[in-house]
Structures are given as structure tokens and as C-alpha cells.
């Protein structure tokens, strides 16, 4: 995908030039483009032994997934399950409970609230806020382990501080149950709030974009060895944890390895080993076994 949308990107040099730079990265890759460029409602609770009796198979089957798909969707926001009957039974048939559903609808809004409010964005005066670079080393033959079906085999030890510019959570594909969030990282010049300014920085299908207004705020250069969009492997359930805490402008401090991942069916992922590539595989696959977020 990444050589894909490379591709699709220099067809628009040209356009892009006069106005905006926008810059995608599956780890680093670049190039100009024209400017145009859960689990959550709370989980219902049915007063219908009757009527779900009276349901097929398959409709009860959709039924106990939709409860678990509202209830798991406001665990998300809240980090706890609730139980809240919408419906009741009238001649043995369901009667939604306005009222109730209402009241749904009022604690999802200020799940959702609460979330953005949480996750805030931290900005900071001008400056580097992070002036050492990623540390790796290189391993030989490591034997492979098994993850959730996937086999791990690990390259490098690896350790980061830096800024977070981006975070992008992922729960489809065929990888987001490995690797449920992208972090996409600054260190030197990318964690200067000043250059961070003069940017738009997003994330999406596992590619970390900048976009920004010519003159650029530093080169392009600077941004491909000051920057990347990392893949995050945690190690454990405490580590998943930590990971829905970070927020966009936390300076952050990961330890863990880079791996590569193979799946059964024939699918893999590979890491990179390097800070100054770009193009699709240019990203780190970071096996995640220790996360500190620094005092905000």
C-alpha cells in the first residue's frame, strides 16, 4: 500500500509545489501534493427470557453481538461495563423504553466528551523538547516466539524518548489485534513546538502524513531523520493499557524490540532498521515491554 499511494503522490508534484507540501509516511516516504488533497454504548440488558425464546438461532446470535458491541463500546470510553435495559415486552413483542434510550444517548455524548478532554492535545514554548537520537542494537539469529497466532522475531533492542506528534488506534485488519495503535514520533527538530506549528500532522491505513505551507519549516531531510510513524506490539495487557493513556505532545520513553511479524495464512510484516529510510516498510515494528510518559 505504501508504493501505492507513493506512486499516486508524484503524479501531483507539479500542483503541489506552489502551495502546500504534504508528506506521507509509512515511516518516512515524502512527496509534494496539490493542496486538495469501541466498544461503546452501554450494554442493554434484555427483560425478554420470553422473547428470546421466541427468536431463531441466528437472531439471537445478533443479539447477544449487538448488546457486546454496545457495552464493549462504552468500556472503551470508561474503562467499565454497565448494564441498562432499552427494551421491554408488550403482547411478546419488544417496546423500546424512550426514556431510557435517551439516557443512552446522554451518557455516550459524555463518554465521548470526556474522551477528547482526556486525550487533549499538550503543547509546549518553542524549542527541542528531545535532543537524544533512537538507540538499537542490532541482533544475530534470535529465536522466533509466538504472539496471539503470529510468530515474532526480533532484529534490534530498541529505545526512544520523544514527542508524540500523532496517535492513530486501529481495529480492523488483519494486523490491529497484534498492533492496536500507531504512534507516530518526533525527536530534534520534531519535537520543536515552533516547526510542530507550522504543520499538519495525521495519520490513517498505517501512514504517518505532514502537511505544511512552503517555505517549509525545515527540510524534508530533517523531517525523514527526525521523525517516523512507529507500529506498537505491546508486550501485555498492563502495556495496552498504558498505551491508551498517551496523548498527542507527551514526551515518552519506549523500551522493547524491533520484529518482525509472519502470519500462518502467509501474511507478514517487516520492520525497518533504519531512521532514514522512506517508502512502504520504512516503519518500526516495536515490540512494546516498557512505556513511561514524563510529567506533563
Not at 252 to 277: A, C, E, F, N
Amino acid at each position: 500500500m505504501g508504493d501505492f499511494i507513493g506512486s499516486m503522490d508524484l503524479q501531483f508534484t507539479a500542483i503541489g509545489l506552489q502551495f502546500t507540501e504534504d508528506h506521507r509516511e509509512q515511516g518516512r516516504l515524502t512527496a509534494a501534493v496539490g493542496a486538495n488533497h469501541t466498544h461503546a454504548l452501554p450494554g442493554m440488558h434484555l427483560e425478554a427470557g420470553v422473547f428470546k425464546q421466541q427468536l431463531t438461532p441466528a437472531a439471537q446470535n445478533d443479539l447477544v453481538q449487538t448488546q457486546h458491541v454496545f457495552g464493549s463500546f462504552l468500556y472503551s470510553l470508561t474503562g467499565r461495563y454497565y448494564t441498562l435495559p432499552v427494551f421491554s415486552l408488550a403482547a411478546g413483542m419488544p417496546v423500546i423504553n424512550e426514556k431510557k434510550i435517551l439516557l443512552v444517548v446522554l451518557v455516550l455524548l459524555a463518554g465521548m466528551a470526556y474522551r477528547d478532554w482526556s486525550l487533549r492535545k499538550i503543547e509546549y514554548p518553542p524549542g527541542v523538547l528531545v535532543s537524544e537520537l533512537p538507540k538499537q542494537i542490532d541482533l544475530g539469529n534470535v529465536p522466533s516466539v509466538a504472539m496471539d497466532g503470529y510468530k515474532l522475531t526480533t532484529r534490534a533492542e530498541f529505545e526512544i524518548r520523544a514527542r508524540v506528534l500523532s496517535r492513530k488506534n486501529y481495529r480492523w485488519g488483519t494486523e490491529s489485534d497484534l498492533s492496536p495503535v500507531d504512534l507516530a514520533l518526533g525527536w530534534g527538530v520534531m519535537s520543536d513546538q515552533a516547526v510542530i506549528d507550522r504543520m499538519e500532522i495525521s495519520q490513517g491505513s498505517r501512514w504517518y502524513y505532514t502537511r505544511y505551507e512552503l517555505p517549509a519549516p525545515v527540510s524534508e531531510q530533517e523531517i525523514i531523520q527526525n521523525s517516523g510513524n512507529m507500529h506498537m506490539v505491546p508486550a501485555h495487557r498492563g502495556i495496552r493499557k498504558k498505551l491508551k493513556g498517551v496523548r498527542v505532545g507527551d514526551i515518552v520513553r519506549l523500551r522493547g524490540k524491533l520484529v518482525d511479524v509472519d502470519h500462518p495464512s502467509g501474511w507478514h510484516w517487516k520492520t525497518s532498521l533504519r531512521r532514514d529510510d522512506t517508502g512502504g516498510g520504512s516503519c518500526e515494528i516495536v515490540y512494546l515491554e516498557e512505556i513511561e510518559i514524563e510529567a506533563r
